[in-house]
């Protein structure tokens, strides 16, 4: 028998006014009004694809997209097993090469996959959101979603985040289900979705308790044992996915790993000497994938005198980041304090691609990030949590979900990208909010409205504020642009990507170096001249620099000059054959 679930009178009314009993969480999801947001969320996807096709960074891609589709290439050649354990979480390149097989390997058919994908997720929020709540906050939530900025962004971009939505979408709605129906097969669901979201977000596993504790508490405080047949078809739903992968990893490896050995890595990183809440490569200077994992093994190595299994390095990272934070308990606690502020942040922080840089191309794209976006998202969700607290009983696994999720980003570094699983969860709780000010009027009891309010303006003014430097970090997206616009030959139009991050961060050395690069590139090296030396005057040590000023210096005629920017370029890398070679030159008559 189906179970009904009303919500208290008083949750009714704070969310929508007063309402009947009859409108309870196991009535199906309104199919027309789902079917106006996933059609919404499409149109939408197909015009900022349609859009952005020419922005530098897509094709050939860059980071950690031109890793995803060699290791898919490699997949869909007949490369299926691999030669290593998973450093990185492999289903997303498994998803890519299936899409080659079938349409090919072309950046564009990626995009228009994952169109798809993103508004399916929107479908399955409604859907899931219908369970958990009604049919107007399952509508809302498939609603914003479907609008939402960042969510078409990472939808159009090669990236495993729009996979992730997918599969945390497809989660909520395998609990929905479950919520509403109690059966085995939504049991099954749950365990199988969440298998395939620990393969594209490690960090999952977090959540891997949440349905566990929900199928045998739920209803009552003592374990309803009647419910091990839905325990176990959650856990063979899960183990479908994750052993296969762990027998892989044993097979290359000679390790059980269910998912990937990044974890010791990425933990030293968030948390090590260094560490200021976002991603710093372990060796200065090596930020592409390729270097990630040769770096993590080498140093581990290097460090313990033998060749390390994977699980050990991930162990040794993981040890060295506890020692220094029982070292220097005080830092670290203000760090964690820190990521938790950056997590909430309405900045989305970039990896190697970022939203400025595609907003160039797209106007509406542009327009609708600067009103939707995470600073409006988070007090909308806060006081639509303290509108819906009547229905705890029913939400509590999502607020696990949200909470753990915090957690999980804030316990290594922040980026946008990783984030960006939390959003879906906060959806429904923003429609209610959204419900609950139309209704602000009939809400009782008034100290909950007044607690929603003071949540939801502190969680305004918390997430709006600038906490780091935005316009240096978007000026690291347009210098990345330029570079890639640079390797097409395209050199004047990397210039004026180049000179737009010098706008926003006049003081970057990195970018002045880029500028002057292309200048010289295009044979300008008068102008490159000034950008080097400016380059050298903001970091002396940026590696090549000098070497770079002094062939420019010599080319128009500088000579002196440019022997003593050789010479320091020699001092700065002794094993700089090219710079020995040019002072040796020069100093001959």
């Known amino acids: 028998m189906p179970r009904t679930c009303h919500p208290s009178h008083d949750g009714q009314e704070l969310v929508a006014g007063r309402r009947t009993e009859n409108d309870s969480v196991d009535r199906p999801p309104s199919t027309y009004g789902l079917l106006i947001a996933v059609v919404l969320a499409l149109v939408i996807r197909v015009a900022y694809v349609a859009d952005t096709r020419d922005v530098p ?10 890793a995803y589709v060699d290791w898919a290439k490699r997949i869909a050649a007949g490369d299926w097993i691999g030669s290593e354990p998973f450093y990185q979480a492999p289903l997303y390149p498994y998803v890519l090469a299936i899409t080659f097989r079938v349409w090919g390997d072309s950046v564009e058919y990626i995009r228009w996959m994952q169109c798809a994908l993103g508004a399916a997720a929107a479908g399955l929020l409604g859907i899931a959101a219908t369970w958990f709540f009604d049919k107007r906050i399952g509508i809302g939530a498939s609603l914003l979603l479907a609008v939402y900025p960042t969510a078409v962004y990472f939808d159009g971009l090669v990236q495993k985040a729009s996979l992730t939505n997918f599969l945390v979408c497809a989660l909520l709605a395998s609990m929905g289900w479950w919520r509403a129906r109690s059966g085995w097969v939504a049991a099954w669901c749950c365990g199988f979705a969440l298998g395939l979201l620990i393969l594209t977000r490690e960090n999952a596993l977090i959540w891997l308790p949440i349905p566990l504790i929900a199928f045998l508490w739920t209803g009552g405080l003592s374990p309803q044992w009647s419910r091990i047949p839905m325990v176990l078809a959650y856990l063979i739903g899960a183990a479908l996915v994750l052993v296969p992968v762990g027998m892989c990893n044993r097979t290359v490896g000679g390790e059980w790993s269910l ?7 990425n933990f030293f990183i968030g948390n090590g000497p260094d560490a200021d809440g976002r991603y710093r490569p372990l060796v200065p200077g090596h930020e592409t994938p390729e270097h990630e994992r040769t770096d993590a ?3 581990a190595d290097s460090a313990l005198g ?11 990272w993981f040890r060295k980041s506890v020692d220094e934070i029982l070292a220097h308990p005080g830092r670290w606690m203000r760090l964690l304090g820190y990521k938790v502020l950056l997590t909430g942040n309405h900045y989305e922080i970039a990896d190697v691609e970022s939203e400025c840089v595609y907003a160039k191309s797209s106007g509406v794209f542009d327009l609708a990030r600067r009103f939707w976006h995470f600073g409006v998202l988070c007090p909308l969700a806060v006081f639509g949590f303290f509108g819906t607290w009547g229905w705890r009983n029913r939400l509590w696994p999502l607020h696990a979900m949200i909470l753990t999720g915090i957690a999980a980003v804030a316990a290594f570094y922040v980026l946008g990208r990783y984030r960006f699983p939390i959003i879906p969860l906060m959806m429904p709780f923003a429609a209610a909010g959204i419900l609950a000010v139309r209704n602000v009027g009939s ?18 003014v918390g997430s709006n504020i600038s906490i780091q430097d935005e316009e240096r970090l978007d000026a690291l997206a347009w210098m990345n642009a330029g570079a890639a616009v640079a390797k097409t030959g395209d050199v004047e139009s990397a210039i004026g990507y180049f000179q737009t991050a010098l706008r926003l961060h006049s003081e970057s050395a990195e970018a002045h170096n880029n500028i002057a690069m292309a200048l010289a590139l295009d044979g300008r090296f008068d102008q490159a001249v000034a950008h080097y030396e400016r380059a050298i005057a903001l970091q002396p040590i940026l590696v090549g620099t000098h070497y770079n000023l002094a062939v420019a210096l010599e080319r128009i005629g500088r000579t002196e000059n440019a022997l003593a920017h050789y010479r320091a370029a020699v001092a700065q890398d002794p094993d700089d054959a090219e710079a020995r070679a040019a002072v040796e030159r020069l100093r001959t008559p």
């Open 443 to 460: 809400i009782r009891p008034r100290l909950r409205l007044l607690m929603g309010l003071g949540a939801a303006v502190v969680a305004a």
């Open 306 to 316: 033998r060749p390390l299994t994977s699980r050990e390095v991930s162990q040794y």
């Open 259 to 265: 998912s990937t050995f990044q974890a010791g890595p």
């Open 57 to 66: 960074t897509l094709d050939p891609p860059i980071g950690d997209a031109a």
């Open 297 to 299: 093994v080498s140093l």
